[in-house]
Structures are given as structure tokens and as C-alpha cells.
């Protein structure tokens, strides 16, 4: 692939441009608000400068609800050779194209399942996608109807891969009934637990720990796009719900049940909490790990740091020094105080080779 059009340039489509630039491809950028591509441009995303002719691929990453109109209007200026959009639910964009008569052979539904709880150019990186699953949805080809072009296909499948990403062949409605699950009623539960700590009271706010923070990470999306993603995937969402709704009602009844003074029903009670926690560890240990492997049980090793610039940079230099490669990592700003807790994930095998490292270069270890 050599050129290509991004149409709306946020957070997905100025990460993906900006992943295609830096791997050679020329990429312009279209967006309904100037300002957008401008902003995408000076990133290095690519040109605001219209394309001279027809370009290899048309990236549509604009909100689901504008999928259809955005990617009919490309075909019908000639803008590439074949057309993929992004957009977070897939069933209904394809129909809506096939109703609007567009020519379905040149046109690809995908979905990167990689994102951020930010919106617009200035939330995109380059390596947004890398080590992330890549979904695509080829229109099947049917006795009257020919399905995706294999050439399109290639040109997604390059994308995905100039984009380090990891492609997942899905049916349109299968991935919506799929993301039901772990992403979209994810985000509605995160906004409920979020939505408690609107009127809750300041001396209770100021205690929010890292399990908070982690539960509600994405209640800071854009209410508009999960509106518009939410409208397209109501039933799957609502079937997911419903389910942890009976979960909600069975564990307040075990929790009323611990109030009793009676000593059966407080029994009764405990086995129904111990029942909705196990099978949430059983649910948990089949999220994959990084890179879409097996998930991998790492040591943590927790370090006091220092809240000032550098601080972060040096502990992974001496990380680095000792050999150890750090897989994941945690930071928590304690309330009131000029330090934080680092917990840095390593092999098992690593993590005493990197606690007595870190030791002798000053740094005060926590277990
Ligand atoms: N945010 C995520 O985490 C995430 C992850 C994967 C996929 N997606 C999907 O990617 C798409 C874009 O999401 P985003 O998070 O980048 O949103 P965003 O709000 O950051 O960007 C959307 C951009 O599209 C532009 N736009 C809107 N209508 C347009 C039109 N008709 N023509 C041209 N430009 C138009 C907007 O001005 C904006 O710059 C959505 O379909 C979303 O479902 C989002
Ligand atoms: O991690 C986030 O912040 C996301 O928004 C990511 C996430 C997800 O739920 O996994 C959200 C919606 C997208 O369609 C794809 C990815």
C-alpha cells in the first residue's frame, strides 16, 4: 500500500494515520472539522492536502452512525481502491450500506479492539493498535450477491499489519454479539459504578483507590459515540444485562441475608458471595494476556518512587540495566503525599534479580 485516506481524524483515525506515515505510506486527512486534520497533520499524521487521484485504501473512523453516508460518498467520488471502516459495531453499518445500494465488493467492516477512554487527534498514537486484536468482517458472497473482493481483503489485512495489529476473521453479527459481552456492557457497568461517586461525599472520594481507578477508567468516554455505539447493539447489550442484573439481585439478597441474626441465613449469605466472587475469578483468568496470549502470571515487584519529573525513566533505565524486561505496570499517587507506589510486573523467575538491583541503586522496595 502506498497512499491512503483517512476520513475523520480522532482518536482512531489519527492513530491509524499516524502508524500508516510512519511506515511510509502517504496518508491524507479528511475531516468534517478542519481543525481536525489540520491538528492530525502536525502531528505527522499525514497531509490535509486533498489526494491528486484514486488512493490504495479509504480508512473511514468516523462516529457508527456516519459509517454509511461517509463511505457512499467516497465511492461515489472514486476516492480509493477499496474502503474499510473501524466503527465499533458492524452489523448495522453494512446493512445500512447495502440499503443506500453502495457497491459492498470494495467495501470491508473492521474493528480495532484497541482504543482509549480520550477522544480526537490529540489522544492518538502510533502504537495504539500493536499487539491488539483486529476484527474484519468480509460480506460473504451469496448465490445473487458477490461478497468482499479479496483484494480488499489484502489491502485490510496490510493495514492491520503496518498498524502491528492482530487480525481476527468474525461474521458482522457474531463480533456485535461478542463485544456485547466484553466491551460494551463493560462500559455500561463502569459508568454505573462511576455514576455513584457523583453526589458521594468529599471525605469518601478522597479515599479512591486503584481498584476504582480501574473499574471506572473508561466512564470518561464521550457519552455521544457510546450512545450512537449502544443504539446500534441494543439487543446483545441488553441480553448481556440482564444477566448480571439477576447476579446484582442474588448478591444483594446474600448480602441482606449477612445482616440476619440468624446464623443459617448468614451462612446462606456467605456461599452466595463466595459463589458470584469465584466464578468471577474463573471469568477473569480466561482474559487473555498481552499480545492476545495466554495470560500470563506475573510477579509484581513495588517500589516507592518520588513525584517528580525523571523518576519513571530512571527506575526502567536500571530495570534495563539488570536485563529485565518489565511486562506491565502499575502506578498509584498516594492522596496528599509528593510519592507514589510503583508495582512493576516481571517474570517470576526475574523478580529477585530486579528487587536486589533496584536495591543497590537506592530505591526503597515495598512488598
Ligand atoms: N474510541 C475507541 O476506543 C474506539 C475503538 C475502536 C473503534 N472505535 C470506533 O472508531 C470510530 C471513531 O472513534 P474515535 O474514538 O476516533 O472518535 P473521535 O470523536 O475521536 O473521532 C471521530 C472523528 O470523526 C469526525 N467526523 C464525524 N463525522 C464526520 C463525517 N461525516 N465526515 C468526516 N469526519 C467526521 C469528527 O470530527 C472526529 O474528528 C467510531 O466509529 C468508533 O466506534 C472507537
Ligand atoms: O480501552 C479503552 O479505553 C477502550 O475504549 C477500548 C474499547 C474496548 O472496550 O476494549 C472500547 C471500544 C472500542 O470499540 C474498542 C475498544
Not at 472514486?78 to 467495501?107: H, I, M, N
Not at 490529540?122 to 460480506?139: N, Q, S, Y
Not at 456492557?185 to 462511576?194: E, F, I, K, N, R
Request: with cysteine; hydrophobic share 45%.
Amino acid at each position: 500500500m502506498r497512499t491512503a485516506v483517512v476520513i475523520g481524524t480522532g482518536l482512531i483515525g489519527t492513530s491509524c494515520a499516524l502508524a500508516l506515515s510512519g511506515r511510509g505510506v502517504r496518508v491524507h486527512l479528511v475531516d468534517h472539522d478542519p481543525s481536525r486534520a489540520r491538528t492530525a497533520a502536525a502531528l505527522g499524521a499525514g497531509t490535509d492536502e486533498a489526494p491528486e487521484g484514486p488512493v490504495d485504501l479509504a480508512v473511514v473512523a468516523v462516529p457508527p452512525a456516519k459509517v454509511a453516508e461517509t463511505v457512499a460518498d467516497a465511492q461515489r467520488r472514486g476516492t480509493a481502491r477499496g474502503y474499510l471502516d473501524v466503527a465499533s459495531v458492524k452489523g448495522g453499518p453494512r446493512r445500512e450500506l447495502a440499503d443506500l445500494g453502495c457497491d459492498l465488493t470494495s467495501y470491508l467492516g473492521t474493528h480495532p479492539m484497541a482504543g482509549r477512554e480520550r477522544s480526537g487527534p490529540l489522544a492518538a498514537t502510533a502504537d495504539l493498535f500493536e499487539g491488539k486484536p483486529w476484527v474484519l468482517t468480509p460480506t460473504p458472497a451469496t448465490a445473487s450477491t458477490p461478497g468482499t473482493d479479496t483484494e480488499v481483503v489484502n489491502l485490510a489485512l496490510e493495514l492491520v499489519s503496518l498498524c502491528r495489529a492482530v487480525p481476527v476473521l468474525m461474521d458482522a453479527d457474531a463480533h456485535d454479539r461478542a463485544v456485547a459481552l466484553v466491551s460494551h456492557t463493560p462500559q455500561l457497568l463502569s459508568s454505573m459504578v462511576a455514576a455513584r461517586l457523583e453526589e458521594a461525599d468529599e471525605s469518601a472520594v478522597r479515599l479512591c483507590g486503584q481498584g476504582i481507578r480501574d473499574v471506572t477508567r473508561v466512564a470518561a468516554s464521550d457519552p455521544a459515540m457510546w450512545i450512537e455505539i449502544l443504539s446500534a447493539n441494543p439487543g446483545p447489550v441488553a441480553d448481556i444485562l440482564s444477566a448480571v442484573a439477576d447476579d446484582l439481585d442474588g448478591t444483594v439478597r446474600a448480602l441482606r441475608a449477612l445482616e440476619s441474626a440468624d446464623a443459617d441465613k448468614r451462612r446462606g449469605g456467605a456461599t452466595g458471595i463466595e459463589d458470584v466472587l469465584t466464578r468471577g475469578n474463573a471469568g477473569r483468568r480466561r482474559v487473555p494476556g498481552k499480545h492476545g496470549a495466554a495470560p500470563a502470571v506475573y510477579e509484581s515487584v513495588g517500589v516507592l518512587i518520588g513525584d517528580q519529573p525523571g523518576e519513571l525513566a530512571r527506575i526502567f533505565a536500571d530495570a534495563g540495566r539488570a536485563g529485565v524486561n518489565i511486562e506491565d505496570v502499575r502506578i498509584e499517587h498516594a492522596t496528599g503525599q509528593q510519592a507514589g507506589f510503583i508495582q512493576l510486573m516481571v517474570e517470576p523467575s526475574a523478580a529477585p534479580g530486579l528487587t536486589a538491583a533496584l536495591r543497590e541503586q537506592g530505591w526503597s522496595i515495598r512488598q
